[in-house]
């Protein structure tokens, strides 16, 4: 129902009704709408800009809990590759150094399990937090790409623990020749040559004997090579021992062993001389570990007490000539 307004009209002294033309009333109406639409639009760009959906407070709120949980998520997996570190350091410096293995080395520990190709399709699903998402997803391979190759390297070192008893019988453990009969002549190391008379890498121990001194296989293994020549190694023998471990027995006099033969440690295989390159009676030694000669001092170690040992490295250090 429409207002009626009243004026007081000081020349009758009465209260007069105020007369509204269809214009006025027209100017009105329109001012009242504009205050309303303006209202209106105010209000709801206040809402559209300040106040969320309840769609968007629901999506807000899960992202919250994704973020909570991608944050737990990332710490375990800290601490996941904080044990897998541990674990491949007692690999690496303990299981490994027992078994006489070489440590894996970190190119394959740290490689990479693919490129960018592998994560195509999450890079053209075009996800909100498609950064985070990437970084959890490769870390969580990296983490499966280093539990792969630590499994693989338990999976070794488990047959090398059963095959310890094999091992064990296997590689190089005793003097050659019989220390009762024989005497470290040259250790391992530069060396003056006998004949050319120049220092020169001396890749083995000299055990000066008579000629027919019995020689023995330092340990179990197949003899691989039976030769003669008459000059450089002369007649020698070099036996397989597996698990990397080869040694070589130069400038005998005669065999006790053919190729292919298997021996025992301890067991005869032939008999020192003065044969090939050699300045007298003697027996040249060598130990191979992984095609690479190494000192056969430190695999020096069984049938001889403590005193003695030391007194075989003390000898061997001294630099002098070989035979």
């Known amino acids: 129902m429409p207002k009626i307004k009243y004026y007081y009209d000081s020349n009758t002294c009465k209260y007069e009704r105020v007369k509204v033309t269809k214009k006025e009333w027209i100017i009105d109406g329109v001012m009242n709408i504009s205050i309303v639409l303006f209202a209106a639009i105010g209000i709801a760009f206040i809402y559209m800009n300040f106040c969320d959906s309840p769609k968007e407070v629901s999506l807000k709120k899960e992202n919250e809990k994704l973020h909570f949980y991608y944050n737990i998520l990332h710490k375990q997996m800290d601490e996941a590759s904080s044990k897998l570190a541990l674990l491949q350091d007692r690999d690496d410096g303990i299981y490994r150094t027992i078994y006489e293995q070489d440590p894996i080395p970190e190119s394959v520990r740290n490689a990479g399990i693919g490129g960018v190709e592998r994560y195509n399709k999450l890079l053209k699903a075009n996800l909100s937090e498609e950064e985070l998402i990437l970084s959890t997803v490769k870390d969580f ?39 009762n009969d024989s005497y470290l002549s040259s250790g391992f190391g530069l060396r003056y040559h006998p004949i050319y008379k120049i220092r020169k890498l001396h890749t083995g121990l000299d055990f000066a004997a008579r000629i027919g001194t019995a020689i023995y296989a330092t340990g179990g293994g197949t003899v691989s090579k039976v030769s003669t020549s008459y000059y450089g190694y002369g007649r020698q023998v070099e036996i397989d021992h597996g698990f990397g471990f080869k040694t070589k027995y130069a400038h005998m006099s005669e065999f006790n062993v ?59 250090s001294i630099e002098n000539q070989s035979m």
Not at 154 to 164: C, G, H, I, R
Not at 290 to 296: A, F, G
Request: proline share 4%; glycine share 6%; net charge positive.
């Open 141 to 179: 391979d990296q983490i499966k790409r280093k539990m792969y190759i630590q499994t693989k390297s338990y999976d070794e070192l488990l047959t090398l623990a059963k095959n310890q008893h094999l091992m064990l019988a296997s590689i190089p453990a005793i003097a050659p020749i019989s220390t």
């Open 258 to 316: 053919k190729v292919g033969q298997k021996v025992k440690r301890g067991e005869c295989i032939g008999y020192s001389g003065n044969s090939g390159t050699s300045s007298g009676p003697h027996l040249h030694y060598e130990v191979h570990k992984n095609r690479k000669k190494v000192n056969p001092i430190h695999y020096i170690y069984r049938d001889i007490t403590e005193e003695e040992y030391e007194m075989l490295v003390k000898l061997a």
